[in-house]
């Protein structure tokens, strides 16, 4: 699945509005690309800039934590410089993933790390664990919504 092709529920797209997001919402990822590249080695690629493009610098708060949910919702922050520096870290284990992972940002103020691969999947990295959020959009949900990707 294509991250254009995955639709939000609506609470998702409300969520995400509050936030800032709309769907017209482009930023430059210039400024992320040359920093991470100078001082960590990363080497943007198209996911990353087209995930970054529409959703970098984003903050948002967690989600509804309800009954049901397979995982806890937590606020996460879509700035890719906190993975500055953490190149060795990803490779490291990032073993699951489609080509080189790159930062897009981290959740619950930090105790993990957010990284998308070549193929825009999403991975939540902390401790030793590289763990599959979903493809594009659809992380943006499941991390909302704390669902666990089929």
Known sequence: MSAEAYHWPPEVTAHMTAAGWS??????????????????????HTAAARFLAE??????????NEPGQQVASDEFDLDPLEGEKMRPYFQRVGRAAVGELYPIGSVAGG?????????????????????????????IANLILGRRPQ
């Open 23 to 44: 769907p017209e919402r482009r930023v430059d990822v210039s400024a992320w690309e040359e920093e991470l590249s100078r001082t960590s080695g990363f080497r943007m």
């Open 111 to 139: 105790h993990a790390l957010l990284a998308i691969d070549e193929a825009e999947t999403v991975f939540m990295l902390f401790g030793d664990h590289c763990r599959r959020i979903g493809v594009g959009r659809e992380a």
């Open 55 to 64: 959703f970098g610098g984003l903050k948002v708060p967690e989600g509804p």
